[in-house]
């Protein structure tokens, strides 16, 4: 069983930048697809971005529209989304999460582990 925690959530100002880090307690780290999800208060949780196993291949929601980036250190088992000129519908719980398979449509479905989440609060 895959352990997942998230760190690096806050209050941060519109315009400003927040890195999301998730350490992963299972080797080997690098045989999983790693994403990141969000989930608002009545929402679905919905697609972020994610990663291929040797970081090759990415691929983000439309939403996104390049203010991130993720990236993965196989090595130290760590996860990470560089989230710049955030906005305030930004705003939500941020999941990392592991899959088995590198889908070109991800849903929350084909994640198997999943961590507790981490908030951030774009916000003036």
């Known amino acids: 069983q895959m352990q997942l925690v998230e760190s690096g959530g806050g209050l941060v100002q519109p315009g400003g930048s927040l890195r999301l880090s998730c350490a992963a307690s299972e080797r080997p780290f690098g045989d999983y697809v790693m994403g990141w999800f969000r989930q608002t208060p009545g929402k679905e949780r919905e697609f972020v971005g994610h990663i291929s196993r040797d970081s090759r291949s990415y691929l983000f929601a439309d939403f996104v529209r390049g203010r991130f980036s993720i990236s993965r250190d196989n090595a130290k088992n760590t996860l990470y989304l560089q989230m710049r000129n955030l906005k305030p519908e930004d705003t939500a719980v941020y999941y990392c999460?592991?899959?088995?398979?590198?889908?070109?449509?991800?849903?929350?479905?084909?994640?198997?582990?999943w961590g507790q989440g981490t908030q951030v609060t774009v916000s003036s």
């Open positions: 999460a592991a899959s088995e398979r590198y889908s070109d449509s991800p849903t929350v479905n084909e994640y198997i582990y």
